[in-house]
């Protein structure tokens, strides 16, 4: 069975995307309707931008959703899931590629999503660090540890690599505690506090979005975010998209439950490697290679 994964914010790069631009004239179509949506060339600044360009978060996300989507497009006939799932944005692209709401009605969703998200990171100095080296339970004592700050587990990456997330000062006073039982805690290039309480003006603002769009039964079954679990019914996957924003990225217990129901093969739709790399942390055994 093929199970088809949709990377999230960091797996960008100058230049992604325009071999679909220049190579296919509906690819080129979609991207152009994204320009007119957006409001500016977004595909200026992802085929010859600067990686500063990039990084801000109402570029990057729309940037890695429409790689995504439209190289799922370009794959025609060949795109056949048996399941998809996306890391926290990739969700977006994740149900767009299954047919549970349109292209422009995504998009529009990344849009909202990234703009309310960057409001969060200019009203809270916030940040996130990937740990390394510990267990899942370590980490979630470290965090639990931590007084009068914010700082949670953000994303469940692979065994052996958690994301926190939360203020400036909670996550270092976290990072300190991590090196004190020899784990290694890398902060991230990241605007603000994903996936952790400091999200939630920006979970209120989406939850009207979300609401005002139309979702359709998928192809295949979502394993969503917030619980890993597979799901099909229009009204669940609109709550467990809205409860995202606020809570961890389960996607080591993602790819176990689609390794549990069958997956055999795993397809990373999108900019970059790192999902891959994530699948074969989990199981080495696991067949796992890049769409492009």
């Given at each position: 069975m093929k199970a088809y994964v949709f990377p999230g914010q960091g797996a960008q790069f100058v230049g992604m995307g325009k071999n679909l631009y220049d190579g296919n004239e509906e690819c080129r179509a979609m991207f152009e309707k994204a320009n007119e949506?957006?409001?500016f060339r977004?595909?200026?600044?992802?085929?010859?931008?600067?990686?500063?360009d990039l990084k801000q978060t109402k570029v990057t996300q729309p940037a890695?959703?429409?790689?995504?989507?439209?190289?799922?497009?370009?794959m025609g006939a060949d795109f056949k899931p048996d399941m998809v799932g996306g890391h926290s944005l990739g969700e977006f692209s994740a149900l767009v590629a299954a047919g549970a709401m349109s292209f422009e009605d995504g998009l529009r969703l990344v849009i909202a999503r990234a703009n309310a998200m960057q409001k969060c990171c200019e009203k809270t100095?916030?940040?996130?660090?990937?740990?390394?080296?510990?267990?899942?339970?370590?980490v979630e004592d470290i965090c639990a540890s931590v007084s009068g700050?914010?700082?949670?587990?953000?994303?469940y990456n692979c065994p052996g690599q958690l994301v926190i997330s939360g203020t400036n000062e909670g996550v270092a006073q976290a990072c300190e505690k991590v090196k004190e039982v020899k784990g290694k805690a890398l902060p991230l290039a990241v605007g603000g506090a994903f996936h952790s309480p400091l999200m939630e003006p920006a979970r209120v603002e989406l939850a009207e979005a979300i609401e005002r769009t139309e979702f359709r039964r998928p192809v295949c079954p979502v394993y969503q975010n917030v619980d890993a679990l597979p799901h099909s019914d229009?009204?669940?996957?609109?709550?467990?998209?809205?409860?995202?924003?606020?809570?961890p990225v389960r996607w080591t217990a993602t790819v176990q439950n689609m390794l549990r129901d069958g997956?055999?093969?795993?397809i990373e739709v999108g900019p970059g490697t790192a999902l891959q790399g994530m699948v074969k942390r989990v199981n080495p055994d696991a067949n796992a290679h890049s769409a492009e």
């Open positions: 949506i957006i409001g977004i595909t200026d600044l992802m085929f010859a931008g600067t990686p500063e890695i959703f429409l790689h995504s989507v439209i190289l799922a497009k370009y100095p916030s940040t996130m660090a990937a740990v390394l080296k510990l267990d899942d339970k370590t700050e914010v700082v949670v587990p953000a994303n229009p009204a669940e996957i609109k709550k467990n998209l809205l409860m995202q924003l606020t809570s997956a055999d093969e795993f």
